[in-house]
């Protein structure tokens, strides 16, 4: 940690927009004064912006709104000017044709509301999947003082006395219905009792990842990622981080400062204890292009590797984010990671503290719910990374989430060339299939679907439900929700519809998984393989127009991140030209 802060008083951006008498200063100012702020609130204090990714139709962030204006009180306590910014908001559970599409859309248009806009620095208010790497990546694109406060996950869901985690019982009482085991009616009657409060998803799915990954990364508050939405420590954190802002644009503490390699593989690190979402993978990816760390699958696979997974919670283990708060949560796994000479102790977060000096004295409250290292779910929890002539650049897997003796498998090939291709086929008693095959789907990646929808973890068909089987490897250039659970090959790189080997499995090739020795191998002669790739041609059409199209041209491989070409580095926050 080199950290020094910068002299205070000093003239801050905000000021070229409001301080001073000039024509373009009164116009700023005076129209600001039509909301009835006091002249001195132009003085040249910190004017901090609340990036608040509240809608109605993202409903995991519906109620930042009262959040906010916990920062508000933080901010003005500290001595700053708190300006609440509306920004583009992306919900998991809603947007069409997924949420993915648009993060970037979402981090460009922050970027520019930061940049274009009289702020000296930024509270991310965010908590649904997309919210925080959008706004995270934009933060670091302008590399203006930021600090992430996230909305906070559920309380437990319950049915019929027990435990439901968002999507992760969605997609078992999905199975289960396809199965026989469960009625329609028991269907919703359980759908009532998986939200019962504000909050995000309250299983160790994205958005209690992105939020653990914004506290490991160093960008958000000691204790942030797991303290429930409706719990009043919530909005105590939003107060505190108000204040802490406000001091941090003194002192000039920028994502550039914090958003190191170090940092990064801290976040690696703890994403294989908590068994995080491989949502996390391209998240971390995009985040560290933004900022130039050279950071790739590779890091992902070396940092991962020995890192057990201690934390029990819905999809790896059992219990739900309320116990993980209760237990101690984030902080205990990162002192955890510390004695285990695991962490980089000497990384720099918002607080101006080190990763290790704020978390050295926190105590587990429950090892049942953070194990000891020897009662681990897995001793090997990190992200895998698995490459061969089938994804030559790489493709992941979740070990905590799969089942172990399907981690090294030979199985024949199921292919559906799209996910409406599969949707039509997977309940067809005829389909040609049992629990040895390997399940492909093709044309669900970044460019291919359009956006890299959460289908990886396609359903099994029902002929094989019904034998009581839940688990099949399957293979796609998809993401898979963090809810989710399987032996679930994703982001296949290159993807199916930019001409990667994918596109041109076909029903009946063999295929091996070998995750011990990180191989994923299509069973034919490369003479074989090289000829069915000059014959491809891409079978998905083009957008013609509008961001789709925008999105087709620019958007990246998995493997780096899937941010579009153009937005990738660190433009800063030059205030620019007046215009008046
Ligand atoms: Fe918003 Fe899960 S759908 S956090």
């Known amino acids: 940690m080199t950290f020094k802060p910068a002299a205070w008083p000093r003239k801050l951006r905000s000021q070229t927009w409001f301080g001073g008498t000039s024509k ?3 116009y700023h100012r005076g129209w600001m004064k039509n909301q009835g702020f006091p002249p001195d609130l132009f003085d040249g204090r910190p004017v901090i912006g609340i990036l608040n990714t509240w809608s109605e139709l993202t409903p995991c962030n519906a109620h930042l709104n009262d959040l906010a204006q916990r920062v508000k009180h933080g901010i003005y306590e500290a001595g700053g000017f708190p300006v609440e910014v509306p920004v583009f908001s992306a919900s998991e559970s809603a ?18 509301q930061m940049r274009g806009q009289p702020m000296d620095g930024c509270v991310l208010l965010v908590g649904c999947d997309k919210t925080t790497p959008s706004l995270l990546m934009a933060a670091a694109s302008t590399d203006l003082p930021s600090i992430v406060v996230t909305g906070g996950p559920m309380l437990n869901g319950y049915y019929k006395n027990e435990r439901v985690g968002s999507g992760t019982h969605l997609w078992k009482f999905s199975e289960a219905v396809k199965a026989g085991t469960m009625t329609k009616e028991e269907f919703v009657e359980a759908e009532a009792s998986m939200s019962r409060s504000p909050g995000s998803c309250n299983t160790m799915g994205t958005a209690s990842t992105m939020a653990s990954m914004a506290e490991a990364l160093g960008m958000a508050l000691s204790g942030n990622a797991a303290i429930p939405a409706v719990d009043s420590r919530r909005r105590v954190m939003a107060q505190l981080t108000g204040r802490r802002i406000v001091q941090m644009v003194k002192d000039d503490l920028k994502p550039s400062d914090i958003l190191t390699k170090q940092a990064f593989e801290n976040a690696i690190r703890t994403n294989a204890a908590i068994g995080g979402s491989t949502n996390a993978v391209i998240h971390l990816l995009a985040i560290a292009g933004r900022v130039g760390i050279d950071l790739t699958l590779e890091d992902w696979d070396r940092c991962g590797r020995d890192v057990p997974t201690i934390v029990n919670l819905l999809p790896s283990g059992k219990y739900l984010m309320e116990e993980f708060f209760y237990a101690g949560g984030l902080p205990v796994v990162i002192k955890r990671l510390g004695e285990a000479g695991l962490l980089h ?7 101006g503290e080190t990763a290790w000096d704020q978390v050295k004295d926190v105590q587990n409250h429950n090892e049942d719910v953070i194990l000891p290292a020897a009662k681990a779910l897995t001793q090997s929890g990190g992200v895998v990374v698995v490459k061969g002539n089938l994804a030559p650049k790489g493709a992941v897997l979740k070990p905590s989430a799969a089942t172990p003796a399907l981690m090294t498998h030979r199985g024949r090939a199921v292919v559906f060339e799209d996910i409406d291709d599969y949707k039509a086929k997977i309940n067809d008693e005829a389909l040609d299939i049992d629990e040895t095959c390997v399940m492909v789907l093709k044309n669900c990646g970044p460019k291919g679907y359009p956006g890299m929808a959460e289908v990886g973890n396609m359903g099994l068909p029902p002929k094989v ?22 032996t679930v090959v994703l982001h296949t790189s290159p993807e199916a519809d930019a001409g990667g080997p994918l596109a041109v499995v076909q029903n009946g090739d063999m295929i091996e998984l070998d995750v011990p020795n990180r191989r994923l191998h299509l069973d034919i002669s490369d003479a074989e393989l090289a000829a069915r790739l000059a014959k491809w041609s891409s079978r998905v059409t083009p957008p013609a127009s509008g961001y789709a199209l925008l999105h087709h041209q620019h958007v990246q491989g998995a493997d780096t991140g899937a941010d579009l070409d153009f937005l990738k580095g660190c433009r800063g926050n030059p205030v620019g030209k007046d215009s008046h």
Not at 95 to 112: D, G, H, I, K, Q
Not at 345 to 351: C, G
Not at 466 to 483: C, E, L
């Open 24 to 26: 373009d200063n009164i």
């Open 95 to 112: 947007f069409r044709p997924t949420a993915m599409m648009f993060r970037n859309l979402a981090a460009m248009a922050v970027e520019e």
């Open 345 to 351: 102790r000497d990384a720099l977060t918002v607080s």
């Open 465 to 486: 439900l019904r034998k009581g089987i839940t688990d099949m490897v399957r293979i796609s250039d998809a993401r898979m929700s963090g809810t989710a659970y399987g």
